[in-house]
């Protein structure tokens, strides 16, 4: 069934939701993670898991399996991995099984690694290190399906997500339709400055008359 959020979400770039989100004093901007395999915009219903000090307490399984699992076509499996600087909170394997289901790819606060075996499977993953380094003895799943905490800012599933060459956004679930209706309005406003340039207006009209004040509602 169509998300149509979700759908909408795609269209629009996260430089224009990030701009939203401040003219509505909602925090969801995360920096500082990218790509480290296939280069382009994902966008998604979230599924969150949190990785933290790997423990004999701690039942063993494989982290983030039972995410992949559960997971809808479309999702994108989010990953707070806090715990540590080298150790990968997601690998090949599981980029192999969701690009299977046809999740739309993946989200880590932290390392991962095999980022040449998720670009052969055409599996996004963005993180904020690539790392050779396995989760083996230094990482293990805590929970899943719970509310974490990616770059200060709280995710909870069932969130919107989206991630570009720009960074990542997070839209919480209650306030996606004004978030939204807001990036619309704004890369609307962008579509006609550079049309705008294109057609001859000397950018420093364009940028000094319309550029500060494209927060604002019309």
Wanted: net charge negative.
């Amino acid at each position: 069934m169509s998300d149509n959020a979700v759908e909408r979400l795609r269209k629009i770039d996260t430089c224009a939701v990030s701009d939203a989100l401040d003219a509505l004093g909602i925090k969801g901007t995360v920096m500082g993670i990218s790509s480290i395999s296939v280069q382009r915009r994902i966008a998604g219903r979230v599924q969150t898991v949190k990785l933290g000090k790997a423990s004999p307490d701690i039942p063993k399984k494989h982290l983030c399996s039972s995410a992949v699992d559960a997971a809808l076509p479309g999702d994108v499996i989010v990953v707070e991995n806090k715990e540590t600087e080298i150790a990968a909170g997601w690998g090949g394997i599981l980029s192999t099984a969701a690009a299977a289901k046809g999740l739309s790819g993946v989200i880590v606060d932290g390392p991962a690694r095999d980022a040449d075996e998720s670009r052969d499977v055409d599996f996004p993953v963005f993180a904020r290190a690539a790392t050779p380094f396995t989760a083996r003895g230094r990482v293990a799943e805590h929970n899943w399906n719970k509310k974490i905490n990616i770059g200060g800012v709280a995710v909870n599933p069932g969130d919107l997500v989206l991630a570009d060459g720009s960074g990542v956004v997070f839209i919480p679930q209650k306030h996606s339709d004004d978030v939204l209706d807001k990036a619309e309005e704004i890369q609307g406003k962008e579509v006609a400055m550079a049309a705008a340039v294109k057609a001859g207006k000397p950018v420093s009209d364009v940028m000094g008359g319309d550029y500060e004040t494209m927060l604002v509602s019309n």
